[in-house]
Antibody, heavy 121, light 105 residues
């Protein structure tokens, strides 16, 4: 069974950093693009960042560009999201998602259960 | 950035009826559109991709249509478990989500 498990969320103060992780299982991790999608409280889904299967190309939404870095370690079937200079508006559930293909983002075939990030003083 | 607009924001229907949800893209994206179902406390679920292809294990009562800029998700013979928020996503140029349609009883 294909499974994604996120970790690393928590409560941080504005301006601080956080690193999210996501371990994939049940599929050939390196063959698929991966993304992070978030949902702020009471809001809709927002794509954050994506990385191709081999990790050579990354894509990031304008709203977080320059503050987040997506990466992956295919030897450990793990996806990362490094978030810096966090703001209150970054408060959200962050979902790790498996792309249907190896290239640019979408469609998102499998979703993790999400990890909550709260930015507050 | 391609803007994706869903309508209506909320749709109230009864079990057994048919629901029709719309999604409009601000530019031509061909068939590069997906639909997701999202229930409270759960992860979103892929329903449709390529505008009209059902994902694995998705019941046949869910169908998608459209191309270019206008797309539709039709849910026939609504069942109680279908009441949720539905999002469309364009992946023709980068990717963006619509704001969602809440399907209420």
């Amino acid at each position: 069974e294909v499974h994604l498990l996120e970790s690393g969320g928590g409560l941080v103060q504005p301006g601080e950093s956080l690193r999210l992780s996501c371990v994939g299982s049940g599929f050939n991790f390196q063959n698929y693009g991966m993304s992070w999608v978030r949902q702020a409280p009471g809001k809709g889904l927002e794509w954050v960042s994506a990385i191709t299967g081999g990790g050579l190309s990354t894509y990031t939404a304008d709203s977080v560009n320059g503050r987040v870095t997506i990466s992956r370690d295919n030897s450990k079937n793990t996806l990362f999201l490094q978030m810096n200079s966090l703001r209150a508006e970054d408060t959200a559930i962050y979902y790790c998602v498996k792309d249907m293909y190896s290239g640019s983002p979408g469609p998102f075939e499998i979703w993790g259960q999400g990890t909550m990030v709260t930015v507050s003083s | 950035e391609i803007v994706v607009t869903q309508s209506p924001a909320t749709l109230s229907v009864s079990p057994g009826e048919t629901a029709t949800l719309s999604c409009r893209a601000s530019q031509n994206i061909g068939p590069s559109l997906a639909w997701y179902q999202h229930k409270p406390g759960q992860a979103p679920r892929l329903l449709i991709y390529g505008a009209s292809t059902r994902a694995t294990s998705v019941p046949a009562r869910f169908s998608g249509s459209g191309s270019g800029t206008e797309f539709t998700l039709t849910i026939s013979s609504l069942q109680s478990e279908d009441f949720a928020v539905y999002y469309c996503q364009q992946y023709g140029i980068w990717t963006t989500f619509g704001q969602g349609t809440r399907l209420d009883i």
